[in-house]
């Protein structure tokens, strides 16, 4: 068999501990519990792990914690589902807040060394001074503090000595640097707002990129791999990381995944939720792996779409569509087989008994020998579009004298129909061929067709949600207007009575199932015992217009 050629990562790390430079990697994965994950993350997971397993090495869970008014330990509780149940195991769980007093510290050590100052300007001053990339920008003029003032005023900010706003610790590079960020970022601010993890212990908070570089570092993170963004934070991570002269940790950038027909940020995702667009982050429409898994999405088909997507340097749209033939190739290999009967049309069998009902096999998995049982009696439902009053061309389902084979029973044979005063049918009187039994027939008679039904006596009324794409635009990257023009009004459709066979009043949340000639589903949360609610996960073939 071929070998896959390696990513640029693989290349790195392989060439890494070729040369000696690691005996083992680390990568980490640094969710900031501000959301639920979405496939975006999934890509990220199954990267930082993925590389971890492949090369043998360790791979952290490590929330990115250091913005205590977005951050929510019901976030943290499904970020931690989620990876587990993306199929992957964490080496330690920790968060950037357990370093809080490490990166204090940290601070202490550049104000010491001149490298970072107390500045009391107000955000607009300090923009207005900036400069922009063409132009350098001016000294704030907080800028030649001595170390000793620096040191005294950062001790009363973490103090609470100031208000929200009122003062910042800058590091101090160089306000004509070219890159931007490397123009005194600030590193400290003071928020006096509780923590989700440290209370009302600190009120000052590190910035992100005063936290995640030294995170990295404290952890002995080798790789640390984040997304294309984050280029131009790298100087500064690294500059950070020279002068406190700390573990050398090494950013590395990939492209963020981008899918059509999705948005995935999770402050948007949020604003869905909250003005109620979805029901909530799970709702099945959504781009969440919470909603996936509601949706019956399954893990292995999201690691083999990650894996097929591969590591790209350049960002990019991928088709929906991958994510989609993933998990058909997926479900048809382990979704057992199920009929329902989705808008149904009565089918009475005149030859068969009154009050006589018997027990036929069908098998669960085109593969393997599971079968369950299915009821046949007198009264059938099928599908109203398996009958045609005037058959078309090649139609090879019912019509008046037309046979066709109900699946694992018998075949039939549509004598007569009757219609309402509207002109509706609404029921078909059909014959059926007693030694065409499925697995023992003698009849010789051969049919094309081959229709899914259930039993009227015994199939039991289930709700039906279909689902459609959440946004009608492909790329919602490109878009320059409000996102929630670009909603799709049509994205769920719900069938509120639809028959399905017996067997299914005993599925679990969890299953995946496969009903015959409609799509895979799987049972819904809402569901109750009196009331069976599936989702479609996916239809059996690629079925959306372009
Ligand atoms: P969002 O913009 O959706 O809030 P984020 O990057 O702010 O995403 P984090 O919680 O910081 O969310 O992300 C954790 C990790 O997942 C980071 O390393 C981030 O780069 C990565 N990540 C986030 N979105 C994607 C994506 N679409 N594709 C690949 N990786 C992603
Ligand atoms: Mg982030
Ligand atoms: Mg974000």
């Not at 951050?71 to 807040?97: C, N, Q, R």
Request: glycine share 6%; with cysteine.
């Amino acid at each position: 068999a071929e070998e896959k050629s390696l990513n640029f990562l693989e290349e790195i790390i392989e060439s890494d501990l070729k040369n000696g430079k690691y005996k083992n990697i680390a990568t980490r994965f640094p969710p900031e519990p501000n959301g639920y994950l979405h496939l975006g993350h999934a890509k990220s997971i199954c990267l930082n792990f993925g590389l971890a397993l492949k090369y043998g090495g360790k791979t952290n869970l490590r929330f990115d914690d250091t913005n205590p008014v977005t951050e929510e330990t019901e976030y943290v509780e499904s970020i931690k589902g989620d990876v587990k149940w993306l199929g992957f195991h964490w080496s330690e769980e920790l968060y950037a807040s357990d370093y809080f007093d490490q990166l204090y510290t940290y601070a202490h050590i550049l104000i010491d060394k001149g490298l970072a100052y107390v500045d009391d300007s107000t955000s607009e001053e300090m923009a207005a001074k900036k400069g922009t990339p063409t132009q350098p920008g001016t000294d704030s003029p907080y800028r030649s503090r001595s170390i000793e003032e620096n040191k005294r005023l950062f001790t009363e900010m973490k103090d609470g000595k100031y208000p929200d706003g009122s003062k910042v610790l800058r590091a101090k590079i160089d306000m004509s640097h070219t890159n931007m960020l490397m123009r005194d970022p600030v590193i400290y601010r003071v928020k006096h707002a509780h923590h989700h993890r440290t209370g009302d212990k600190w009120c000052i908070y590190p910035m992100y990129d005063f936290a995640h570089g030294q995170s990295d570092s404290i952890e002995q993170i080798t790789h640390s791999i984040c997304t294309l963004e984050f280029v131009p934070h790298r100087e500064l991570y690294d500059w950070l990381i020279e002068k406190l002269d700390i573990y050398p940790s090494h950013q590395y950038e990939f492209a963020r995944l981008n899918m059509t027909y999705t948005m995935m940020s999770k402050r948007k995702l949020l604003q869905l939720v909250n003005e109620k667009h979805v029901t909530g982050w799970d709702d099945p429409r959504m781009p969440t792996l919470s909603a996936a898994r509601r949706r019956g999405y399954t893990p292995e088909a999201i690691r083999e779409f990650c894996d097929r997507i591969g590591v790209a340097k350049r960002d990019n749209l991928i088709d929906i569509g991958l994510l989609e033939f993933c998990l058909r190739e997926h479900l048809n290999k382990i979704a057992e087989r199920r009929m329902v009967v989705f808008d149904p049309l009565k089918v009475v069998i005149t030859n068969y008994p009154d009050g006589k009902s018997e027990l036929l096999r069908s098998e669960n998995l085109p593969e393997g020998d599971s079968t369950r049982e299915l009821p046949f009696g007198r009264e059938l439902w099928i599908e109203r579009d398996d009958f045609m009053e005037v058959p078309a061309k090649k139609y090879f389902r019912l019509a008046p004298g037309q046979m066709v084979r109900l699946k694992s029973a018998f075949i039939v044979k549509c004598e007569e129909f009757i219609k309402d005063a509207t002109g509706t049918v609404t029921e078909l009187r059909c014959t059926y061929v007693p030694e065409s039994r499925s697995g023992s027939d003698t009849s010789g008679i051969h049919v094309k067709g081959v229709i899914h039904w259930v039993s009227a006596q015994h199939a039991i009324p289930a709700e039906i949600r279909l689902y459609d794409r959440l946004f009608v635009t492909e790329d919602m990257n490109a878009i320059e207007d409000d996102f929630k023009n670009h909603l799709n009004p049509n994205s769920l459709q719900i069938l509120k009575t639809v028959y399905a066979e017996p067997e299914l009043a005993k599925s679990k949340i969890g299953e995946h199932f496969q009903f015959l000639r409609m799509g895979y589903f799987c049972l819904d949360a809402d569901a109750t015992s009196d009331k069976l609610i599936f989702n479609r996960t996916v239809t059996l073939r690629d079925t959306w217009t372009k």
